[in-house]
């Protein structure tokens, strides 16, 4: 079992930033690579960065490459996620979730936070 918690969400206003975390225990051995997704009310919920717990590996959605930056830090069992030039359109609750493979679908994730909204406003 791997147990998730996220916090650092809030309200902010367009083209501010806001950082994420995430921390992870229990069997983060077990654990590939770390995902943060996003959800709105109604809609599905969306992949947005990956990270893989060994070599680091990176990957974006391609609505937020450039400005979202994802990071890890195995000594401590976080997970980051660096949100840069907030738009509207980045309002969500925002999860992290843990697999055991390299994989951008939410079905691949065997463990997910509570999630932590963000609220950027115009």
Not at 70 to 88: E, F, G, H, Y
């Amino acid at each position: 079992q791997v147990q998730l918690v996220e916090s650092g969400g809030g309200l902010v206003q367009a083209g501010g930033s806001l950082t994420l975390s995430c921390a992870a225990s229990g069997r983060t051995s077990s654990t590939y690579a770390m995902g943060w997704f996003r959800q709105v009310p109604g809609e599905e919920r969306e992949f947005v960065a990956i990270i893989t717990r060994s070599s680091g590996r990176t990957y974006y959605a391609a609505s937020v490459k450039g400005r979202f930056t994802i990071s890890r830090d195995n000594a401590r069992n976080t997970v980051a996620l660096q949100m840069n030039s907030l738009k509207p359109e980045d309002t969500a609750v925002y999860y992290c979730a843990a697999s055991s493979s390299f994989s951008l679908g939410p079905s691949a994730y065997d463990y997910w936070g509570q999630g932590t909204q963000v609220t950027v406003s115009s």
